[in-house]
């Protein structure tokens, strides 16, 4: 999940008249773990929310068909999508942690890339299609081929889904009619998603081939080449793409020319995503720990020695890192850990808004929790 512009909701209301006599698919019944088996398995401590500044909302319990699990979670608003490895999404309702719908848009060899959600609809894509479902009733509205096979995430700008292909295009899908906009072709394949900087979107293929271009000219603003592709997602801000590199270095560049603002040397790989926040690049590196740096000059601020993982956002001024088996709570200034506590069972978190959100949880067996923040 990204910061988007809004869809224009008419435009794709009228491509979705066009649609509708694709038939719509249900999914079968839930199998396997019984709900209260499924929330007997993710063991919430109260007292450890308390100090990271949250309590226990609710538990969801989307549809997960038996030997599939957790693909993505994501909210949006007033419905958090969740979306099984086997392709079921599921739309909770946010206020109450309520299941209202399940749909399976697409058999089980389908791959899925990502998702969003504008206005009425929720939109699917997968390496081949775009699936646009009703968020009310979770039913198939309406379904559209991409030109060639997706490999990444998409941003929606307008009425265009910008995707990376397998072929190097970084491809601009217009939904209004359901066909490709424009494309710019690289070396190699996305792998990882674009990300957006003001209008300018950006990536960099397999091959270390960088690209920017500006979605309302679609005209490049400028390509530059790295050493290997990258070795987790970028990160961006509204003027700069930032690339954890497999080439041992974390770069950043301009987005309006593509030239290189830094460059950052590490002993090996980065394969953590960072995470920008308020003029800040946080990464965390294998041989060090998480790092800030000043995002326009690449200077380190601190280094976290011993603490790993990934800003998820931020609570009464202090970042939480997730690492994939506990929270902390870190300072700002300086990097010391305040607070941790241990998750069992998580498989995924995020925290919406970044800045003193609601967290969401997601357990390997499927079960969406929430907290919220406490005063």
């Known amino acids: 999940m990204r910061s988007i512009r809004q869809l224009?909701?008419?435009?794709?209301?009228?491509?979705?008249?066009?649609?509708?006599?694709?038939p719509i698919t249900g999914c079968k019944a839930p199998k396997g773990l019984t709900a209260?088996?499924?929330?007997?398995?993710?063991?919430?401590?109260?007292?450890?929310?308390?100090?990271m500044g949250y309590r226990w909302d609710w538990n969801a319990f989307p549809v997960m068909l038996i030997g599939e699990g957790p693909l993505r979670t994501e909210p949006h608003g007033d419905l958090v999508i969740f979306q099984e490895t086997g392709g079921t999404i599921s739309g909770i309702d946010d206020q109450v942690g309520e299941?209202?719908?399940?749909?399976?848009?697409?058999?089980d060899l389908t791959k899925f890339t990502g998702m969003d959600r504008r206005g009425n609809f929720v939109f699917i894509a997968s390496e081949s299609e775009l699936f646009i479902l009703d968020t009310q009733t979770g039913e198939l509205v309406g379904r559209q081929s991409f030109e060639k096979l997706i490999t990444t995430d998409m941003i929606l700008i307008g009425d265009i889904a910008v995707v990376g292909s397998a072929s190097g295009e970084l491809m601009g899908h217009y939904l209004v009619a359901g066909v490709k906009a424009w494309g710019h072709d690289q070396p190699g394949t996305f792998e990882a998603d674009p990300v957006l900087m003001g209008n300018i979107v950006g990536n960099v293929t397999s091959t270390g081939n960088v690209i920017c271009v500006d979605t309302s000219t679609?005209?490049?603003?400028?390509?530059?080449?790295?050493?290997?592709?990258?070795?987790a997602q970028l990160a961006a801000s509204e003027t700069m793409m930032f690339v954890p590199s497999l080439d041992q270095s974390l770069y950043a560049f301009h987005a309006h020319n593509g030239r290189?603002?830094?460059?950052?040397?590490?002993?090996?790989?980065?394969?953590?995503?960072?995470?920008?926040?308020?003029?800040?690049?946080?990464?965390?590196?294998?041989?060090?720990?998480?790092?800030?740096?000043?995002?326009?000059?690449?200077?380190?601020?601190?280094v976290s020695e011993g603490?790993?993982?990934?800003?998820?956002?931020?609570?009464?001024?202090r970042l939480l890192v997730w690492d994939g088996q506990t929270l902390a709570a870190i300072d700002p200034?300086?990097?010391?850990?305040?607070?941790?506590?241990?998750?069992?069972?998580?498989?995924?978190?995020?925290?919406?808004?970044?800045?003193?959100?609601?967290?969401?949880?997601?357990?390997?067996?499927?079960v969406v929790a929430k907290f919220v923040a406490t005063q």
């Not at 603490?307 to 001024?317: D, E, L």
Request: hydrophobic content about 35%.
């Open 218 to 231: 679609q005209h490049q603003t400028g390509l530059n080449q790295i050493y290997k592709g990258p070795g």
């Open 260 to 302: 290189l603002a830094w460059r950052h040397l590490t002993p090996s790989p980065v394969t953590d995503q960072p995470v920008y926040h308020d003029g800040v690049l946080y990464c965390s590196f294998p041989d060090s720990g998480l790092t800030a740096f000043n995002a326009e000059t690449g200077d380190i601020l601190w």
């Open 8 to 22: 224009t909701v008419s435009a794709c209301l009228i491509s979705i008249t066009t649609l509708l006599a694709v």
């Open 333 to 366: 200034q300086r990097g010391g850990v305040l607070d941790r506590i241990t998750l069992t069972n998580a498989q995924q978190i995020t925290e919406s808004p970044f800045v003193d959100g609601n967290i969401y949880l997601t357990s390997h067996e499927g």
């Open 307 to 317: 603490q790993f993982g990934r800003v998820i956002g931020t609570r009464h001024g």
């Open 36 to 51: 209260n088996e499924r929330g007997d398995r993710l063991p919430i401590v109260h007292s450890d929310w308390r100090k």
């Open 99 to 107: 299941t209202i719908w399940s749909n399976k848009p697409a058999g």
